[in-house]
């Protein structure tokens, strides 16, 4: 049986490096770090949500797909990342035992580079326990705003002041989902449940006013909108059950349906769009991708994805067609050549080359094996 | 119709309620209950042999605790079923959700189409055997909250932990 | 697409069972309900116990491995059940922030009857954060008295006193591991590393003496005790990481080596015991059960059993031997006819029925899947 | 010898240690570490390619991420290097555990048995996808506190929650 020992930080640091000198002339003991930042490069973040304890936030790179490390918010995420990378805001809940007792719902600001905390500080507890979606936590354009989603179940938006670092205003928005912030100013649109569109505005003092709602945009009940949708510079565009594109503009004062478009009219297969985040854009190509599975019926509205359609945005209209690998989340990078990244619903990432041209073509590059993960959410910094 | 839950969710928070500024919502709880023919926690109500129930009681248990099982049409959770409770009970020492979506699910014994309640139960950790469901029937964002099933409905409980989803069948749906 | 409505229990409630009368004749709704009791019959109590988050103890059936329930206390999770079997004591921590922050330790009583939480109050934190063992949680004979281990890793005993609902001492007990229970009065003996057990005494006051030591009973380098041991009557059993069983007396003032026994002596495969909770005792039969694998190596330990060997303990040699399930724990009942379980390393649970005789042998009767769980405990009422 | 450890983490805990009627513990700090000639976080040591480091830096970081890389002989926990840490770094915003449990490991490359400290790294969840290893060569119970690889060793650390391990190398066994 081998001799052995016993070590402590606190006990070595006194002893100091002068011991190093007793040592045998070709060892050299090495010693214990902290990684202090992630190595450099772009990143996948990844919501690994929890509904009990810990969710993870894993931090890809985006290349190679090493892991960074973690951040560890509480139940039920939600994550948004600042335009430059540099700051991920989540929104979670604490549990005073866990599964019961009084809850504490946290804003935690945490510094990308170093992965830890900036600063958190509580919010109002009515925040949602939600799986994690990108229109449950925003910022607004100015990034001077979190806008978070609460359900009691009645609804309503926590405004957070992240200059003031505390929570300014709580504004209403009954029958109504997710927030959408505008191009510019403190406005941002949700999406409600007698198929209008309302935009609310509100002020520095945490005032606000009445919404200003839209015509009827939709039918809830014959072609409901997924809540995530994406913007193509003044509209914001949404995907419906049966797999038509709402465009609609929220630069006004109410949201305006601008127009619409059929992704599978004359398609055979009865396909329908399915997931969470099912679509993504990449402006510099102005193409959407968006997550479609074939043999739809009622209820098959989360099935992961068996095809990723490419959709060029200018003639809105199908330009792809690839194999997709179960995703039921996407996220896509703002650069030139797009990469696009899916989250399965086996708790993996996939990343995908994009193939521009007069027809779109998806190739998978690699898949990052999450393990007992699972994603709800992506989040990209380029 | 439709927008019979959202009073309901309204109601259930006052501060929120009382800005709200009434968006049209002007079909009243009782219409809605009268046509439901609801029953709830409190009600005594003689139970036994529904007829929506026959093919599980014939076939025993085995069936709903499999998430085809047809009122489970809309379950996103873990069965408490298999969980220490029942279809319709939630598992000793969790407390029922006081708040729940709705699904409507049709019976193949009788061809007719059902309103299941699928109420959460709460202040536990989940089963770790647990049947997990993701069906989603019927299901909607969170703008129409009452079928949205992504959600937590422990929220409006003092015990929040999601332990475990029944499938209770409260109303014909026609 | 369907017409579909929103429930409130409240509402519900509120409108009354009169409108049941109003509903087509042949509809009765269903009540929606909760358990007050779990089902009768012997259970089996299972730790899930979790290192981030809440750990579970899941309720079975021993019968039928019908799931009953569960119960949910905090992070890593011990457990030890009253005799009668109606109480369940956990002892496990709550950090403020998850994975971070002040850290709560808290002393869980679970009326087993109806899964609920019958009290709760704080402990020292510096309980251990450790795997769940028998060792580490346990009642004093006439359970007046819970005694927990504590490692900041300088290791102590917190005796909590159950009548006052409060703790009543931190014994400290300085290279020892471990707490069983004297079969009398207010005393415990532990493993110790300098191959010695120690017997300490407290009273109810709170004071306690200065720990009696053992001769040195093992050598910690050559032949190491694993730390859950059974007793028998007045001895405590021990199992070495060479197969060798060492009897103790702790009914003196100090405890007392009275045997050993060689479990392994001329067997071919070089078989060694291997596990956490690895032998149990049916006093009925006088027969204890061991797991065992062969290969053993420097390190194989806590390696999965391959075997379970019977042992009976008048005799003390092998009178059996039966192919295992990957198991790391062990529990038997103490019915005439023995009921052997099983914690695999996949997270199920194993009954095993005993045909005992001349040759003892084990036939595997039900698995119980539990999926994602880590099993680290198994706790039986009969 | 072996008892030097007792000593280590009485002394980490003075309430106890005031009442620990100091059981023999007479082997000093200062032999130990001349013997293992340990350095710590804070120490300035040259380190770049160090003998029982060259196949891992032949071969790349490749099999350091493997439970049967030598250094990890007796490490009970995920690996810090798959969790955004390395080999005998903690992963970004965590912290590192102050007290350790050490293995005793053989470099294949030389033949020669090196001290390992496995340092928990502290206050984050773990990396869902991180390599979870379970060896034990000269592990011990709790009764030999400094080898038990059973326990969280965050437990002395303002944030106690278990991130990762890393094996540092920190003596020659002898």
Redesign the interface.
């Known amino acids: 049986m081998k001799a052995t020992y016993a070590v402590t930080l606190a006990s070595a640091v006194a002893a100091g490096p002068a011991l190093a000198q007793d040592s045998a002339a070709d060892f050299v003991p090495e010693t214990l770090t902290i990684e202090e930042t992630i190595s450099e490069g772009p990143n996948v973040f990844v919501m690994d949500q929890a509904w009990a304890g810990p969710s993870k936030v894993n931090v890809l790179g985006a290349e190679d797909f090493a892991m960074k490390g973690n951040m560890g918010p509480g139940t039920t995420a939600q994550m948004v990342l600042s335009a430059d990378g540099s700051t991920l805001y989540t929104t979670s809940v604490y549990m005073e035992r866990y599964t019961y007792g009084p809850v504490t719902a946290v804003m935690h600001e945490w510094d990308v580079q170093t992965l830890s905390v900036r600063r958190e500080f509580e919010i109002s507890n009515r925040l949602a326990h939600v799986e994690s979606q990108n229109a449950l936590l925003a910022l607004t354009a100015d990034e001077g705003y979190l806008l978070a989603q609460n359900a009691t179940p009645a609804t309503s938006i926590t405004v957070v002041d992240l200059g003031a670092g505390a929570e300014l205003a709580e504004i209403p928005t009954p029958g109504c989902w997710g927030a959408f912030p505008a191009v510019e100013g403190m406005k941002f649109t949700t999406i409600c449940g007698d198929g209008t569109l309302a935009s609310y505005s509100f002020a520095a003092d945490g005032s606000f006013g009445d919404p200003a709602k839209s015509e009827k945009i939709f039918d809830v009940d014959e072609d409901a909108l997924f809540t995530n949708g994406v913007r193509i510079g003044s509209e914001l565009v949404f995907v419906s059950f049966n797999g038509n594109l709402y465009f609609v503009d929220d630069s006004g004062e109410a949201p305006v349906l601008t127009g619409t478009a059929a992704l599978t009219e004359g398609v055979l297969g009865n396909w329908a769009p399915s997931g969470s985040e099912l679509i993504a854009y990449n402006a510099p190509t102005n193409t959407a991708f968006v997550l479609m599975h074939s043999g739809a019926y009622d209820g098959s509205h989360k099935d992961a994805a068996t095809e990723i359609w490419s959709v060029d945005m200018e003639t809105r209209t199908v330009t792809g067609r690839s194999p997709a690998h179960h995703e039921n989340g996407l996220a896509v990078t703002q650069t030139e050549e797009p990469v696009l990244y899916g989250a399965t619903e086996e708790g993996n990432v996939v990343r995908y080359d994009v193939a521009m041209g007069d027809e779109v073509s998806l190739s998978m590059a690699e898949e990052f094996e999450t393990a007992a993960g699972f994603v709800t959410l992506l989040k990209l910094d380029r | 119709?439709?927008?019979?839950?959202?009073h309901?969710?309204?109601?259930?928070?006052k501060?929120?309620?009382k800005?709200?500024?009434g968006?049209?919502?002007n079909v009243g709880?009782?219409s809605?209950?009268?046509?439901?023919?609801?029953?709830?926690?409190?009600?005594?109500?003689?139970?036994p042999i529904?007829?929506f129930d026959r093919r599980a009681s014939a076939a025993g248990a085995a069936d709903a605790d499999e998430c085809s099982y047809w009122r489970h049409?809309?379950l996103d959770g873990n069965l408490c079923s298999?969980?220490?409770?029942?279809l319709?009970?939630?598992?000793?020492?969790?407390?029922?959700?006081?708040?729940?979506?709705?699904?409507?699910c049709t019976n193949p014994e009788d061809g007719k189409?059902y309103?299941v309640?699928y109420?959460d139960?709460?202040?536990?950790?989940?089963?770790?055997?647990?049947t997990f469901c993701?069906?989603?029937?019927?299901?909607?964002?969170?703008?129409?909250?009452?079928?949205y099933n992504?959600?937590?409905?422990?929220?409006?409980n003092?015990?929040?932990?999601?332990?475990c989803t029944?499938s209770?069948?409260?109303?014909?749906?026609?």
Chains 1, 3 share one sequence.
């Not at chain 2, 139960?121 to 647990?130: E, F, H, L, R």
């Open positions: 119709m439709p927008k019979f839950f959202d309901l969710l309204g109601s259930l928070d501060a929120v309620e800005t709200a500024r968006s049209a919502r709880r009782r809605f209950l009268s046509k439901a023919g609801m029953a709830m926690v409190g009600a005594a109500a003689a139970t529904l007829p049409c809309a298999a969980s220490g409770g029942s319709t009970s939630c598992p000793p020492g969790s407390s029922a959700s006081a708040v729940s979506w709705v699904g409507t189409d309103l309640s109420n139960c709460c202040g536990k950790p989940t089963v770790s055997s647990a993701y069906t989603s029937e019927g299901e909607r964002p969170g703008y129409r909250m009452g079928l992504d959600i937590n409905w422990c929220m409006a003092t015990d929040k932990g999601y332990h029944v209770v069948v409260v109303g014909l749906a026609e």
